[in-house]
Every structure is written in structure tokens, then in C-alpha cells.
């Protein structure tokens, strides 16, 4: 049985996942309009991760292009060595 220490007096209905006790909550403060906060609250966190995530993969596209500009360059160059050999 999963006790709340914030004065639930039953058995929580999510146990260890009941967005009240992670907010330590207490019981007469459970509210569907602080569900929809904390639901927002972790969908605005999931986009902040999101847009972090899209940065980093821009900025490995752009290392990625360079790199492969730079591989053409250096096999142009071998090229030409060779071909004066």
C-alpha cells in the first residue's frame, strides 16, 4: 500500500506516480485545474527538451556537411597528386 506523507488519507489511485505527490500536495488542494498545470508543466518541459534536441541535430548536420566538403576537397586533391605521379 502506497502512503502519501501530505495527509492523503487513502490509498493512492497511481501509487508512487500520482502527480500530487510529486507536487507534495496536500489532499484538500487536489484539483483538476492542478493536474492540467502539472500536465502543462511537463509538456512545456518536453518541448524545452525537444528544442534542444533539434538544435544539437542542426548543429551535427552542419559538422556533418562540412566534413563531407572537406573529404571532397582532400579527394580532389589526391586526385591531382596522382595523376602528376
Known amino acids: 500500500m502506497n502512503k502519501c506523507s501530505k495527509r ?3 490509498e493512492l489511485k497511481n ?7 510529486k507536487l507534495n500536495s496536500f489532499e484538500f488542494q ?3 485545474a492542478l493536474e492540467e498545470e502539472v500536465r502543462n508543466s511537463e509538456v512545456e ?3 524545452m ?3 534542444g534536441q533539434g538544435a544539437r541535430l542542426s548543429y551535427l548536420k552542419e559538422n556533418i556537411q562540412t566534413l563531407e566538403k572537406i573529404t ?4 580532389k586533391k589526391i586526385k591531382c ?5
Open 30 to 32: 487536489h484539483s483538476e
Open 49 to 51: 527538451m525537444n528544442d
Open 72 to 75: 571532397k576537397q582532400s579527394a
Open 8 to 10: 492523503h488519507r487513502t
Open 81 to 85: 597528386i596522382r595523376s602528376q605521379v
Open 15 to 21: 501509487g508512487s506516480t500520482c502527480l500530487f505527490r
Open 45 to 47: 518541459t518536453l518541448q
